[in-house]
């Protein structure tokens, strides 16, 4: 607070809101992958300002970076969605790592988030954008009860029989729990309608993220899809959390015998392609993430209604 010209009548001069960036990750295009927010300042905002913010932007989350130290390329990070905190987010930590290597250069960084500690390498590629590669904190998986998968099933409108009986359902963790469930067909995935409330009540029963949906093309090539009612959206194009927790459910099922890369494809059955790389290795229980995030320009990028 300061005085007017008289030195007598208080002025306020409130804070002025940091700037938020807009990035599109697991994509070479802006108008594929998953948009998410960024602010590289937001040492001066609470909770409930980070939370205006995320929900003014209108993507599936918001990276805030509440402080750090530059030359130690160390930052402490939170995620929100429009609705509420999240632990962690991949695809919003891959935005913020190509962000802050446009700053301060590729290299190493470290990002203290609510979910532990996440080293991030980000490198430039041949055609001189950077990729970004996190390492999650460490991964499980456990087989989904009779109770779980009822009522998922229910509100998604998927039968028993709609699943792959070749890839058990799982609660898969890699910085939060996702529901890991497999289509037994190409086209079971790409029929997505399901009951948006029943589903969101649902997942805030149990703890979960999102549901992972996934069908088997190969085994190093996967499709996804990942239903975010708990976030406020319909469908997620590109979820980093959810592959590092389906990096340990494939080795928490032996799926993965030797050090692999495996693709995942997401977003394309909601016009937003996306392509993630994980990286498994039987012998180590953290997932590594790879991807590229471009910024956005006037590309129409909110997927909060899709």
């Not at 594929?32 to 209108?58: H, Q």
């Not at 999240?86 to 935005?95: K, Q, Y």
């Not at 069908?215 to 979820?239: K, L, M, N």
């Not at 039987?282 to 910024?295: E, F, L, S, W």
Request: with cysteine.
């Amino acid at each position: 607070m300061t005085t007017d010209a008289s030195g007598t009548s208080p002025v306020n001069h409130p804070e002025p809101v940091p700037q938020t960036l807009r990035y599109s990750a697991f994509t070479r295009d802006p108008a594929g992958g998953n948009p998410a927010g960024v602010v590289l300042d937001a040492s001066r905002l609470d909770d409930a300002a980070m939370l205006a913010v995320a929900g003014e932007v209108g993507y599936s989350e918001t990276a805030f970076v509440t402080g750090g130290d530059e030359e130690a390329r160390r930052f402490q990070v939170r995620y929100f969605s429009p609705l509420a905190e999240v632990a962690f987010c991949g695809h919003a930590t891959v935005a913020l790592a190509v962000a802050l290597a446009e700053r301060f250069g590729p290299g190493e960084l470290v990002l203290d988030t609510p979910a532990g500690e996440i080293p991030v390498a980000t490198r430039m590629d041949d055609e001189g954008t950077v990729l970004a590669t996190l390492t999650s904190v460490p991964t499980r998986s456990r087989p989904a009860s009779d109770t779980e998968l009822d009522a998922a099933l229910t509100a998604l409108g998927w039968a028993p029989g709609d699943l792959d009986p070749e890839l058990p359902s799982h609660v898969a963790f890699g910085g939060n729990d996702h529901l890991v469930l497999a289509a037994a067909s190409r086209a079971r995935l790409a029929k997505l309608d399901y009951d948006f409330d029943g589903l969101a009540e649902v997942m805030r029963r149990h703890g979960w993220t999102t549901v992972h949906l996934v069908w088997r093309e190969s085994p190093e090539r996967f499709h996804a899809r990942d239903p975010f009612p708990v976030g406020g959206v319909v469908e997620d194009p590109a979820t980093g959390a959810a592959a590092a927790a389906f990096g340990g459910y494939l080795r928490t099922l032996d799926l993965v015998t030797s050090p692999a890369r495996i693709t995942i494809r997401q977003g394309e059955d909601m016009g937003r392609p996306s392509v993630l790389l994980i990286d498994v290795d039987p012998q180590d229980d953290r997932t590594r993430v790879t991807g590229r995030a471009v910024p956005i320009g006037d590309v129409e990028s909110s997927v909060a209604d899709v």
